[in-house]
């Protein structure tokens, strides 16, 4: 063991004559624990809701979408179909009818989009997962839909009401005079399930088999809006989507999960980080605490360091001891911080104490990168207010 850390271990558990200086002490320790804790709770909770947004993310989007880049729907021949079909990264791919809409329902009107979809397509982005109330659209039975709660909501609008049929409306193509009184394509449809999801997304579709969009579209046998894919599990999602665009040509746009929720993701991202430095900010503050309790300890000692200088301890072992003190003042701190961080993660993945609604308790994520991230930015910090704290001391200052 060396001198210095020696030295520095006694001064820090040994208390002093002065009982102010261990209240200080005290009071510094405590403010490490509460940064040190609270950095971590919300890097854990954040690390928790990013899973949660991204589970969401996995009902409503598919690993991949492609799509024309010229006008809104494209002819699936061929080429493309044996394209996917030959690729082994792909684990599956739906075809995908989606357009803007009206919906009627009992005097209500709201817009949404109307996506038709093959039987297949349960195996690409798992919506029928998050049904709340009812079934999935069964291929057998023509003019069924599943809607979003949030569309259910605002036309009150239930599941099987075979009195009052859900219609769904889009504007006939064409130029010049209108007839308003036959200027939609419309189909009445049977509301079988509500599905639920973020807000955005429940506001949003209206599933229907791809044969009713089909005839409400009137589009050809081959006609889609865009081929939805889910890739194999070890697949590197961005190779693979650059992969399919060199293969498709320049008329396709092929997109990953995260391109088609580039805000979602930076939104969340940008959160995360500036979360990240507030909390990093209240760490500094706390250590504040540390170099004011070093510095009072070096004024008490002064007369214990005239007696090392005088048996042959350089200033550089005298800063020593007391960089080392700072810095075991902070990393125990911290263990104790991350001791009762990781139990509070822990309990409330397995009790669910803090609830965001009745039946969703807030999610947190225990993540070791995140610990990382705690551990080497207190010890970082706590090293510089060490250094800071241990630089009053001189040759000067000590035989005053």
């Known amino acids: 063991m060396s001198f210095s850390f020696y030295i520095a271990k006694r001064y820090l558990f040994s208390k002093t004559s002065n009982n102010a200086i261990n209240i200080i002490t005290i009071i510094a320790s405590f403010g490490v624990i509460v940064g040190s804790l609270a950095l971590f709770i919300i890097l854990s909770g954040f690390s928790g809701l990013r899973t949660f947004s991204y589970s969401l993310l996995e009902n409503s989007d598919p690993d991949i979408k492609i799509s024309s880049i010229k006008g809104k729907s494209f002819l699936l021949d061929d080429r493309i179909y044996q394209t996917l079909q030959n690729n082994n990264s792909i684990k599956t791919f739906s075809k995908v009818i989606e357009e803007r809409v009206f919906l009627e329902y009992n005097d209500k009107n709201e817009i949404a989009y109307i996506k038709g979809v093959e039987d297949n397509y349960t195996s690409i982005t798992h919506v029928d997962s998050i049904l709340s109330v009812g079934n999935w659209i069964d291929d057998e039975y023509s003019n069924t839909a599943v809607v979003g709660n949030g569309i259910s909501r605002k036309l009150s609008l239930g599941v099987l009401n075979f009195g009052s049929p859900l219609s769904i409306l889009v504007p006939k193509p064409g130029v010049g005079f209108i007839n308003p009184n036959n200027a939609f394509y419309k189909i009445d449809v049977q509301v079988v399930g509500l599905y639920s999801g973020t807000e955005e997304f429940e506001n949003k579709y209206v599933y229907v088999s791809i044969g009713d969009a089909k005839q409400l579209l009137k589009f050809k046998e081959n006609q889609i809006t865009s081929i939805e894919l889910k890739i194999t599990k070890d697949t590197n999602v961005d190779k693979l989507a650059e992969e399919l665009k060199n293969e498709l040509g ?151």
């Open 250 to 400: 320049v008329g396709f746009k092929v997109q990953t999960k995260e391109q088609l929720n580039e805000v979602f993701y930076k939104v969340i991202n940008t959160e995360n980080i500036v979360s990240y430095l507030i909390f990093t900010l209240i760490v500094i503050i706390a250590l504040f605490n540390v170099i004011g309790a070093i510095i009072m300890m070096i004024i008490d000692k002064k007369s214990n360091l005239k007696t090392l200088l005088s048996i042959g301890a350089t200033i550089k072992e005298i800063k020593k001891i007391f960089e080392i003190q700072g810095f075991l003042l902070t990393f125990l701190g911290m263990l104790v911080g991350l001791t009762l961080g990781c139990i509070l993660v822990f309990a409330q993945k397995k009790f669910g104490f803090f609830m965001i609604t009745q039946n969703l308790p807030y999610p947190v994520d225990f993540r070791f990168s995140n610990l990382f991230i705690v551990i080497l930015t207190i010890t970082f910090l706590g090293l510089i207010a060490s250094k800071i704290a241990s630089s009053r001391i001189s040759k000067e200052f000590i035989e005053k």
